[in-house]
């Protein structure tokens, strides 16, 4: 599983709902992201975190709201769920030492349904 | 005008044959060049990884990268159905490179 760990795998949604996806990681990696990938399309950075108490906005931030009190976790809430937050959403983690420039590795997506 | 343009396919072959996929882009701030393979309801993974210009070589992959043009390529040799997945290009500036652009991917379908 790359070393994280994505939960719910499936979730159907009403407008208007929130919910929060978990993401967790257990290789002690520093940076953490949430992508989100539309049917044909490539993925879009929603937020990151370089670090615990460290957050910031990707390409696509709005509708979502993240945190990161521990290194290991990296939670995504959506609030007032919308259609087009329709996606599959991807969790990743990097290690990153000095300038070395780590791999991404991506957990198997949350597949999200709003309705 | 996106950033990053890489053609959806699908692009069906047959078993052996030589594979060629491409992405351009506007950016001239692109520094890092990598290509991920995505399985079907998979995460990407990491397929090859490229720092500016030139080639590189990975087995059965090639991946190469013309930063005068904004342009790179992915070519898989001898291709094997258990090379059928979607191709995503991505690229970083420098800094962050986990901040990345992706191409839309390309769909092969490799036909034993």
């Known amino acids: 599983n790359a070393g994280v760990t994505q939960t719910p795998k499936f979730r159907i949604l009403k407008i208007g709902q929130s919910m929060t996806l978990q993401c967790t990681q257990d290789m002690n990696h520093n940076y953490m992201y949430w992508y989100r990938q539309d049917p044909g399309m490539g993925l879009k950075l929603i937020y990151y975190?370089?670090?615990?108490?460290?957050?910031d906005k990707g390409e696509v931030p709005n509708g979502y709201n993240v945190s990161r009190s521990t290194t290991e976790d990296f939670p995504l809430r959506l609030e007032l769920a919308a259609p087009s937050q329709t996606s599959v959403y991807f969790c990743a983690h990097q290690e990153r030492k000095g300038s070395n420039t780590g791999e991404l590795f991506f957990g198997e997506g949350s597949r999200l349904t709003v309705l | 005008q996106k950033e990053v343009e890489q053609d959806p396919g699908p692009l069906s072959v047959p078993e052996g044959a030589i594979v060629s996929l491409n992405c351009t882009y506007s950016?001239?701030?692109?520094?890092?060049f990598m290509w991920y393979r995505q399985y079907s309801r998979k995460g990407p993974e990491l397929l090859m990884y490229?720092?500016?210009?030139g080639n590189k070589e990975d087995g059965r992959f090639t991946a190469q990268v013309d930063k005068s043009s904004k342009y790179i390529s992915l070519f898989i040799r001898d291709s094997q159905p258990s090379d059928s997945a979607t191709y995503l290009c991505a690229m970083a500036r420098s800094g962050n490179t986990g901040k990345l652009i992706f191409g839309q991917g390309t769909t092969l379908q490799v036909k034993p």
């Open positions: 490229t720092y500016s210009s």
């Open positions: 950016n001239s701030a692109f520094q890092y």
């Open positions: 975190s370089v670090g615990a108490g460290i957050t």
